[in-house]
Each structure stands twice: as C-alpha cells, then as structure tokens.
C-alpha cells in the first residue's frame, strides 16, 4: 500500500537550515510523472503548498518561498528531501509530504502523516 | 497567485443536515480544484479532484460542483464523522493555493 512518512528535525533554532525527508513505498518516484509535494501548515492555521518535485526531475516552488526552498529527490532511496534556508519562527509548522494524484492532476491523494518543526531560540 | 476565497469560515449543523460550502477563485480555474477534510491533528484526506469527480472510497454524500471561478462541495447527509475542516486547493496555476478552511461544528 502507499504510504509517506516524513522525518526530520523538531526544532531548529532562528537563520539555522531545514532539512526535512520524505520517505515513500508502494510507488516508484521513477514511475513516468509521479510526483511528489510539501505543504505546510502553521498551528491552527490553514494549508501551504510549498513545493513539488517529477520523476522526471521537474520542481516547482511557492513564489513567497522560492528563494529558500531546494527540492530533490533520490529514487534509489525513495525518497524526496526538501530544505528550507534561514528559519524563522513563523515558519513553525507542520510539515506533510503528500503524493501527488497524477500527471494530468496535481490533487494530492495520499499524505504522510506530518512532523511538527518548531523554530525556536 | 490565484486567491481562493471560501465560505463561510465556520458553521453549526446537526447530523443529517444538507451542508454546503463554497469558494471562489479569483480567476478562472477550470476544473482544476479539489477539496480536502481534516480531523484535528491528522493529515488531509482528499474527497473530491477535478472539482467534481470523487476520490475512492470517499462516500457518495460527498459531491463537488462547479468550474471556472464557482465551486461548491456538498455533504448531502452530515454523519458525526464528517464534523471537521474542509479545505479546498486551485491547481490550474502555480503557486499552488488553498482556501482559508471551512469548520464544520456540532450544532
């Protein structure tokens, strides 16, 4: 079955870097136009899309973030990283990955089950 | 970016009522809008893409209307496993955007 299961820090202190991991199975991110996102979601508050990544390599990026997003892939591994430069304590959220529905959709039909990252000195 | 506008923020609804809710884009997105629910501390659950096409396994009192600015989704007959947060998503543009949240409460 499809699962996602992201891992990664808790807390990360103000200007440090984000480095979050999104470990996949039961699909294969070298299958033709899967594709995988991150979207986040501040306590309480609504949800972000952030960023999603092809298997054919292709990325996209929130406008408001791109500078400080990266997002890649390791097939072998099964994995898609994202990172974050210079955190700031309004971007405690949770953090999901979620695999995108198809190449014709970018609805997101299964999600991990989100880590908490707080910013915090 | 494309804005999503949903409506209304909050509601109060007994089980078995008709509930509906509503967002608006500010430009035209065709059919390219989904709708999620969320139970607190979970992930989303994706119930309805392509505006109206319903997502398996998802009930069939869920339904999704609507294209080009004007969605609607409709939960036909409110169960008390349906009292959450619905959020709706535009992906006919990037970035990418979602709805401010609509809270499905117990009246």
């Known amino acids: 079955q499809v699962t996602l299961k992201e891992s990664g820090p808790v807390l990360v202190k103000p200007t440090e870097t984000l480095t979050l991991t999104c470990t996949v199975s039961?699909?294969?991110?070298?299958?033709?136009?899967?594709?995988v996102s991150w979207i986040r979601q501040p306590p309480g508050k609504a949800l972000e899309w952030l960023a999603h990544?092809?298997?054919?390599?292709?990325?996209s990026y929130s406008t408001s973030l791109k500078s400080r997003l990266t997002i890649s892939k390791d097939t072998s591994k099964s994995q898609v990283v994202l990172t974050m430069t210079n955190m700031d304590p309004v971007d405690t959220a949770t953090y999901y990955c979620a695999r995108i529905l198809s190449d014709r959709d970018y609805s997101n039909d299964y999600w991990g089950q989100g880590t908490l990252v707080t910013v915090s000195s | 970016a494309i804005r999503i506008t949903q409506s209304p923020s909050s509601l109060s609804a007994s089980t078995g009522d008709r509930v509906t809710i509503t967002c608006r884009a500010s430009q035209g997105i065709s059919s390219y809008l989904a709708w999620y629910q969320q139970k607190p501390g979970k992930a989303p659950k994706l119930l309805i893409y392509?505006?109206?096409t319903l997502q398996s396994g998802v009930p069939s009192r869920f339904s999704g209307s609507g294209s080009g600015t004007d969605f609607t989704l409709t939960i036909s007959c409110l169960q008390s496993e349906d009292f959450a947060t619905y959020y709706c998503q535009q992906y006919y543009s990037y970035p990418l955007t979602f709805g401010q949240g609509t809270k499905v409460e117990i009246k």
């Open positions: 039961g699909f294969s991110l070298s299958n033709a136009r899967m594709g």
């Open positions: 990544i092809f298997s054919n390599d292709e990325k």
């Open positions: 392509a505006a109206s």
